[in-house]
């Protein structure tokens, strides 16, 4: 009864570790031949072959890193970084690889890092190789390289930020003068319309002033006035009054 159950429990492991096993020859098979397409410059049909051997083994360190190789040989780098830090995480951790081989994929990582411009992380990347390989001078120059280009990217960052804050200073002071002078205006229609108001009320409650000229048409004129009334009045005093007739005797 014992060996019949071992016997199954066999089997059934031999059945899960085919598959497994079948899968890594076919992503092994697949990394050889994209290597002959890469060593004969032909890196679309290396990219093709690799991309399938990370399809069928996706936590292959060598198909991941040589994926990244063939981007990176196209210009591809925004890509070609993926599968190299794909590549890293795959390597971080294990001992069965040599270091030379993740000082390798940290160097690569580092250009695909330089050549999106993320310097900083091209540095780190560059420095973990050195560790792993101090004598590496290509890795050695590439640092130096990229940490002008660093120094430039924060002298640059640091121009645009001094730009940034002259322009809203001046902004900032444009929009202070020009309230300014809003508040000015305003104040002087206030006082305008003040004053105008306070002589409105002064032509109101005050009467009008006469010139002599003026004062004197208008007496001579009251004269005239009353002198009419008077004969009129004396004209009408005649007619009233009784009609005596003298006789001549």
């Not at 936590?59 to 890193?65: D, G, K, L, T, V």
């Not at 990582?109 to 001078?137: C, E, F, I, M, S």
């Not at 002087?188 to 002064?202: F, G, L």
């Amino acid at each position: 009864m014992s060996k019949k159950i071992n016997f199954v429990v066999v089997l059934l492991l031999s059945m899960l570790i085919l598959p497994v096993s079948s899968y890594a020859q076919q992503a092994r098979s697949l990394i050889r031949r994209g290597n002959s397409f890469y060593d004969d410059n032909k890196y679309k049909e290396a990219e093709i072959n690799y991309r399938k051997s990370v399809k069928a083994d996706s936590n292959s360190i060598r198909a991941n890193y040589n994926l990244g190789n063939a981007l990176y040989k196209q210009d591809n780098y925004k890509e070609a970084l993926q599968y190299y830090q794909s590549s890293a995480k795959n390597l971080a951790g294990k001992k069965i690889f040599k270091t030379s081989t993740m000082a390798m994929n940290l160097h690569n990582l580092g250009n695909a890092l330089l050549k999106t411009n993320q310097y900083q992380d091209a540095v780190n990347a560059y420095k973990g190789a050195l560790r792993l390989n101090p004598n590496d001078q290509d890795t050695r120059y590439n640092l130096a390289y990229t940490l002008e280009k660093l120094k430039q990217q924060q002298q640059q960052n640091k121009n645009n930020k001094q730009g940034n804050d002259k322009d809203k200073n001046k902004k900032d002071q444009n929009n202070k003068n020009q309230n300014q002078k809003n508040d000015q205006n305003k104040n002087q229609d206030q006082n305008k319309n003040q004053q105008n108001n306070q002589n409105k009320q002064q032509n109101q409650q005050q009467p009008n002033k006469l010139s002599k000229e003026d004062a004197q048409r208008m007496l001579d004129a009251l004269k005239n006035d009353e002198k009419k009334t008077l004969d009129k009045l004396q004209r009408q005093k005649a007619k009233a009054a009784p009609v005596y007739i003298e006789k001549d005797w």
